[in-house]
């Protein structure tokens, strides 16, 4: 049987990081052999019926242009006036092209209707995790970003999804700016989340 160094997988684990578009250097070319064996690992995610439910919509380089101005369309049209703020508005367009390439998280809704909605969506998350892990061992920056307008019908009707499917948030990718210290971070203790029954 094949078996991992667990310790060097916690490592790996809690190395994982959020990288914001802020530290990307997005003049770096991200190889599309690199995304596509990100993907591999997504993948080879859990789920319930093997449904395999993920989809990535990618807005690989000059392409993410079309995002930015899709995301600033959908942003204006569906927040009111009252709560529209310009800064937010060019800050959104001005954070896609800080990073080299934009998925589009998906949840495509399977046809067993056995399958609750909400494992599909624990699913894509299972992937996502898998990708960021992945990410993060080769030092590729991944940032998942959830705006309300990713969860929007303007961006549902942009990304071209079926009824029941859902846009679950983006991911902002792209090599860290030279001289970029990959960041710590902090976790509670994992021993106060275990509720042991014995
Ligand atoms: C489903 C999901 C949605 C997220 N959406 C946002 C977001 O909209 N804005 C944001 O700043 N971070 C978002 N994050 C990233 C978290 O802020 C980040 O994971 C957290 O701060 C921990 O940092 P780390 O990933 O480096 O450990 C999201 C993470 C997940 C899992």
């Known amino acids: 049987m094949i078996s991992f160094d667990l310790p060097s997988v916690t490592k790996l684990v809690a190395h994982r990081r959020s990288i914001k578009p802020v530290d990307m250097d997005a003049s770096r070319p991200v190889s599309k052999e690199l995304l596509e064996e990100l993907v591999e690992c997504a993948n080879w995610a859990p789920s319930h019926g093997l449904t395999e439910p993920f989809r990535l919509h990618t807005f690989y380089g ?55 909605v909400i494992e599909e969506v624990q699913a894509v998350a299972c992937a996502v995790q898998n990708m960021h892990l992945a990410a993060s061992a080769v030092g590729l920056g991944l940032y998942w ?26 991911l902002f990718i792209g090599w860290p700016k030279q001289g970029f210290e990959w960041p710590q971070s902090r976790r509670s203790p994992a021993t106060k989340k275990i509720i042991w029954n014995e």
């Open 62 to 116: 000059n392409a993410r242009e079309k995002f930015a101005e899709n995301l600033q369309q959908c942003y204006k049209a569906e927040t009111s006036e009252a709560e529209f703020k310009q800064e937010k508005f060019d800050k959104m367009g001005k954070n896609v092209m800080l990073s080299h390439s934009i998925m589009a998280i998906v949840m495509k809704r399977g046809t067993n209707p056995k399958i609750p």
């Open 145 to 170: 970003s959830s705006p309300a307008v990713s969860y929007g019908d303007g961006f549902k009707q942009f990304l071209e999804l079926g009824e029941e499917d859902q846009c679950l948030g983006f």
